[in-house]
Every structure is written in structure tokens, then in C-alpha cells.
């Protein structure tokens, strides 16, 4: 588990644990651990009259939880008041638990299904009701959180751990593996750190070396959940810390300012574009360039709960500015899959094709595994 992440992900796995676990219409008892809801009626109710007739025992009419040791849970029940629980996973996540029960996500299976209690648009209501005990605007909500393409950023802040693997073959093979560590800061900003650690071949033996670390912030400056909008802008640092010499650097600090746009689509598509510049400070060592990358795909659930399969293609152009640099343009088909029931680990992988300039430069093969550590660790939401 990464550093200074414990609480976070302690308080995250212990509120999820018991997300919604009176959340039922009519419970005819207070609720207690192992509590079952009594059927509810026929009609369809709001999601403020469904939190009043079976939650407010558990929950309070505030939302921030009842007394655990009153109640008999063994951990504190979740605060929903607290936008950074409250505010970064989808609707379909707290859809599922709700109408599956905890263990659809890896969870207690202390917390019961309701899906023989409630119907679906009862469902969406209570979520509806319960993220607005938040009552903060300024998070965005984690219906923005678009699959991560293999290059294009995006625009979402996220606490995520990614490892990422670029093998290029030929005379010159190498493999590149790049560790990055993303921390949210607060309700819209995230830092990030990135540090490559690359193997080369050279002349009949293989060279391990550190690259060029870069550091990274970003700063959500536009959302929209109605529209399926959100904008971000940010700055990369990329210093020499890796062996020119060696082809492990670059030789000269850059600086790469950015923005990044995710757009929901219907039924699950998305598109999310990346533009930016990288600005070196030695001219003489680098040339300024310019670049766009989008990305568009589709996510497709294996059942209505189970392993999320995201197909994507990205696009990526580059132009070096200077007399006569023709754009370089790459396509980049690639998967996305979930591994763990709570959805927080990924696996990636994608082809990397060039569409001009071929005869300078060759296909590369980039996968990645990542980790969103807020829900859980490793190990954790499996079964």
C-alpha cells in the first residue's frame, strides 16, 4: 500500500462496507447488524421519502451516521457528508451495491440486497438523495471518471497507482516500464509522479537505467454531470534525470502545459481529447512541439455487475515546430478490463501504430496495470 494512502483507504473500505445498509424502504425495526427491511409498497416514492421511512435509524436525518456500538457494527457506518466519499464513483457502483448487496463489490456481506425491495427507479432516487448530503458543488461527480486511454490524460482527479510497459522491438529493442503515483488533492486538483525505469539492448547485452522523472498537476476548471462534461488544465515537468548518453534521457528540462476534455455518450461511449506543447528550456537540445491525442470508446458490462471490457482507439499527433517537420500521426486500438469485483484494478494493453514516416519508425506494444487505491488495496475486493 502506498504511503500516507492507509486512512484514506481505511475509511473509504469501512464506509463502503456498510454503504446503504438500512437504505430500504419501511424497515419495521431499528436498524440493527443482520437487520432485514420489510417489503415496501407498491408505489414508487422520492428518494427523500424512501431515506425518512427506512434509514433515518441508521443514517440520521443529516446523513452523517448513527452510533455504531448503539447500532452493533463492528466499524463506524459511512459519513455522506463527506464529499471525498461521497463524491468520486459512479451512480452504477452505488446502484450495484444497493440492489446486489455488499459482496457485488467485494464488500460485507453484512449489507444486504434490496432488489427484491425497491425498484430500480427507487434506486436511482435514494442515490440521487444521498449524494446530495454532500452539498458541496465543486466535487466532481465520479460518473466523469471515463476509462483511462494508454496516452491521453484525463481530465478526472484521481488517487490512482499505474505501472506501464512499453516493449519496442527490433536491432534496437528496449523495454520501458514507468511507475506513476496520482494523489487528489482536495475537491479538484491532483499531483502526480512519474519515474521510468527502462532496459535497453546494446550491442548483444541489455542496459537497465533510470529516465527522465516528471512531475504533474492539474486542476479541474469546468464540469457539467448533465451534460457528461468535464475540462481540466494543468503542467508537466519532465527533468534530466536520466542518461543522455545512454538513450535514457533527454538531456534537458521541458515543460508541458496541457488541457484534457472527457465527454460522456450514450450508453456508455465516451470521447477525451489531450492537447498541449512541450517547451524545452535548451532549444538547442530539444525542439518545441506541439501535440493532440483523443480517444474514444465504449464499456461494455460481462452481465449487469460483473467485469467492466473497455475497447478504445486512440489517435496521437505530434509536430516538431521548425521549417519542413511533417505532423507525426500514430493510432493506438487498445483494451481495457476490470480484474477485481470493486472495480479498482485494471489491466490495459494496445498496439501502437504509426501512420506516416513509417520507414523511421516502428510499432510498440504498451500495456499498463493499474490500481485505484482509495477503494481498497491490492488484495482487497476480490471475492
Known amino acids: 500500500m502506498l504511503p500516507s494512502a492507509g486512512v484514506v483507504i481505511l475509511s473509504a473500505a469501512s464506509a463502503f462496507r456498510y454503504l446503504l445498509a438500512c437504505a430500504a424502504v419501511g424497515l419495521a425495526t431499528p436498524c440493527a447488524a443482520g437487520a432485514q427491511p420489510s417489503p415496501v409498497v407498491s408505489h414508487t416514492r422520492s428518494g427523500p421519502e424512501i431515506y425518512r421511512a427506512g434509514c433515518l435509524t441508521c443514517h440520521g436525518a443529516d446523513g452523517r ?8 457494527f463492528d466499524n463506524d457506518l459511512p459519513d455522506f457528508t463527506q464529499c471525498d466519499f461521497s463524491t468520486p464513483e459512479p451512480d452504477s457502483d452505488w446502484v450495484a451495491i444497493i440492489h446486489e448487496g455488499g459482496r457485488v463489490r467485494g464488500f460485507s456481506q453484512r449489507m444486504p440486497a434490496f432488489k427484491d425491495l425497491l425498484a430500480d427507479g427507487e434506486i436511482d432516487a435514494l442515490v440521487g438523495y ?6 458541496r458543488r465543486e466535487w466532481p461527480l465520479g460518473d466523469l471518471n471515463l476509462p483511462r486511454p494508454l496516452f491521453t490524460e484525463k481530465a478526472f482527479p484521481e488517487n490512482e497507482f499505474l505501472l506501464t510497459t512499453t516493449i ?3 536491432a534496437n529493442a528496449a523495454v520501458g516500464d514507468s ?17 521510468p525505469i527502462n532496459v535497453q539492448k546494446g550491442t548483444g547485452n541489455w542496459t537497465p537505467g533510470l529516465g527522465d522523472v516528471t512531475l504533474a ?21 519532465l527533468f534530466p534525470t536520466g542518461s543522455e548518453l545512454r538513450g535514457f534521457g533527454r538531456g534537458v528540462t521541458i515543460f508541458e502545459p496541457f488541457v484534457v476534455a ?22 538547442a537540445k530539444a525542439g518545441r512541439e506541439l501535440f493532440i491525442r483523443a480517444a474514444a470508446g465504449k464499456s461494455f458490462m460481462q452481465g449487469r455487475w460483473g467485469r467492466a471490457w473497455t475497447p478504445m482507439v486512440e489517435v496521437l499527433g505530434a509536430r516538431e515546430l521548425g521549417d519542413g517537420e511533417p505532423t507525426l500521426w500514430d493510432i493506438v486500438p487498445q483494451m481495457q478490463v476490470t480484474l477485481s469485483r470493486r472495480q479498482h484494478i485494471m489491466l490495459s494493453g ?28 491490492l488484495f482487497d475486493g476480490w471475492r
Request: proline share 2%; net charge neutral; aromatic share 10%.
Open 217 to 237: 498537476f492539474k486542476r479541474v476548471i469546468h464540469d457539467d454531470r448533465a451534460r457528461g462534461r468535464i475540462i481540466s488544465a494543468g503542467s508537466e515537468v
Open 350 to 377: 494496445g498496439i501502437k501504430l504509426a501512420l506516416n514516416e513509417r520507414g523511421e519508425r516502428k510499432s510498440e506494444f504498451v500495456s499498463y496495470f493499474l490500481w485505484d487505491w482509495f477503494d481498497g488495496g
Open 262 to 283: 472527457g465527454q460522456m455518450l450514450p450508453s456508455d461511449g465516451f470521447v477525451q481529447v489531450h492537447a498541449g506543447a512541450e517547451l524545452p528550456t535548451d532549444a
Open 65 to 72: 451516521g448513527g452510533n455504531r456500538a448503539l447500532l452493533g
Open 179 to 195: 511507475l506513476l503515483y496520482e494523489r487528489r488533492l482536495g475537491a479538484r486538483a491532483q499531483y502526480e509522479i512519474s519515474v
Open 130 to 135: 444521498l449524494r446530495g448530503f454532500c452539498g
Open 168 to 170: 519496442d522491438h527490433g
